[in-house]
């Protein structure tokens, strides 16, 4: 029996029934067409597989809701709330005692990532991390050809404050990004880059 | 003029007027009856602090909100939605490279800290942070004594796990925890404590 976080508990029966479900889903999930939509998916089950492997731990931020009006008649039901900008990023945790802090996106482009989707208060956000220290950088996949890549924040904040054109080429990608290999468990193993760029160096 | 973080600026005159008000406002916050409601302001407003003087990147998590209905033809309101139980912490951050992860609690209370209102999951994230090497603790209030102490999450696991009351004594703050100083600006100042227990040993 293996005893999960969630406090499920599963017999070797029903680890091989999960397994092949995950499996025919991860088939599915590969020949999807719109596989670049997942990649939120992919990196919470990556970040679950680093922390059930005690790996390291790391955590999306909730999507800030700005809550207008709350139904306390029906058990708190809120009945009027609107989406607030986020303004710092999507991730954040701790590897060896160390800060980690990044944004994930992705494009369908296939010759570049254009900087609009990341907002101002994101790349000051990033700066604060990177000026105390911590290490930041995005995750970012071409959806079209399937390619995942870490890459460094200062590239993205270079990019972002000096750069003529308001998108990142894609062979810049293949110069200073990392690519992240794509698997089964985890299925972005992005923290063997980590390892190597930031804590071994 | 000073510019500030949410890109606003001052001139000489409004920051007179400001601090001015600001310094009413601490005035009726200290005089305050149920001062310990604002506990969260607080370390908010410290948190801000530090990151304009430069000092360390502590940022509070959203409230996590599970959306289930959202009308889009007023423009994404969302009209039905409800509370989720946090299940890591309120706050985490960065100082010089480490990572910091801590929950802060009031308690009317004179003689004890109840557990009660920490979950299991809460217990269950910050021993992960402890794993991975972070630095981890509880900020805690005692509104009527208007006392409030860094505690270390090692402390209040011990008690959590293995306690038999359900709560941690008052004397037990005097021995092991932190007093954190109250002033002006920053409200609450706990990073010199960071920097005295797990930075500088």
Redesign the interface.
Known sequence: MIKY?NGQTYSPKDIKKKETKSVSSLKRHLSSANRGMDLEGDINASNEYY?EH?L??I?K?????N?VKVDYSKG????????EKQS?TDY??????????FEAKQTKSKTSFPLANISKHQI??LK??L????IAFFIIEFASKNEVFLLDAKYVIHFYENGERKSIPYEKFTEVAHKIKRGFAPRLDYLPIIEEIYIKS
Chains 1, 2 share one sequence.
């Open positions: 976080s922390k005690d390291c731990l955590t931020r909730p999507t800030p809701i809550v708190a039901i809120i009945t009027n709330a609107y989406f710092t954040n945790g701790v590897y060896k005692g160390r800060y980690i802090d000051e956000h604060h991390v000026e105390h220290g911590g």
